[in-house]
């Protein structure tokens, strides 16, 4: 049973990819540089549509595309791998809270930072828009290091504490982008901690290192 991942090094592939590690799933990865636009090409299109990356087909030939639909469909097709409370578990929810904060707050912030001429006719107004952007993504990242529960325990760095969730993994790679890998440390340390620990995860570890490497 393989699967086939659509992505590129750094992007929303990304924790997707490292979560099939985790689970241990066969996974063929087919590049799609953001670098050349490679995700508007009409032969993508073709798989998704909106011309955005990741896309996963699963072994039936279904197409699954939007990371956080991706990273549930895989946590519903692979319950042994327990990388969410199961439903009815309160800590499900504390999981999905974050994760779903993360993505429809954060992926906003991220289109206007990349595409600041989407968003305003005068070219001048770009370098505007792009800082914005990035003041409101650190705002983010802020509340959830304040809010969320984190420690920084190495023991327990997680959102559930000890307990490692696909949750952790997504936000690891989100709160990296816009130039958060230098600005974390300093200003969000817990979410730092957290990084840190997804990062050495024995089988993320690698994948990790391709995505980002030291």
């Not at 816009?178 to 997804?198: D, F, I, M, S």
Request: proline residues 9%; hydrophobic residues 45%.
């Amino acid at each position: 049973m393989t699967y086939i991942l659509h992505g590129d090094r750094g992007s929303g592939s990304a924790p997707i990819e490292m979560v099939l590690a985790e689970i241990g799933a066969a996974v063929e990865l087919r590049p799609v540089p953001l670098a050349t636009d490679a995700q508007l090409a009409a032969e993508y299109r073709r798989i998704n549509p909106m011309g955005r990356i990741p896309t996963l087909i699963l072994p039936d030939g279904t197409v699954v595309t939007e990371t956080l639909a991706i990273l549930l469909t895989l946590a519903d097709r692979h319950p042994e791998a327990a990388l969410l409370p199961p439903p009815g578990d309160s800590a499900r929810a504390t999981a999905l809270r974050w994760m779903v904060l993360a993505g429809a707050e954060g992926y906003p912030h991220v289109t206007r930072y990349d595409y600041p001429e989407r968003f305003s006719a005068d070219p001048a107004h770009a370098e505007a828009i792009r800082t914005r952007a990035q003041e409101m993504y650190r705002d983010l990242w802020r509340l959830v290091e304040a809010e969320a529960g984190l420690t920084g325990d190495p023991a327990a760095p997680f959102l559930l504490g000890a307990r490692f969730t696909m949750a952790d993994a997504y936000i690891a790679v989100l709160s990296r982008w816009l130039k958060g890998a230098a600005w974390l440390p300093e200003h969000c340390p817990r979410l730092a901690a957290l990084g840190r620990a997804v990062a050495t995860r024995p089988r993320i570890a690698p994948v990790w290192q391709r995505h980002f490497p030291a």
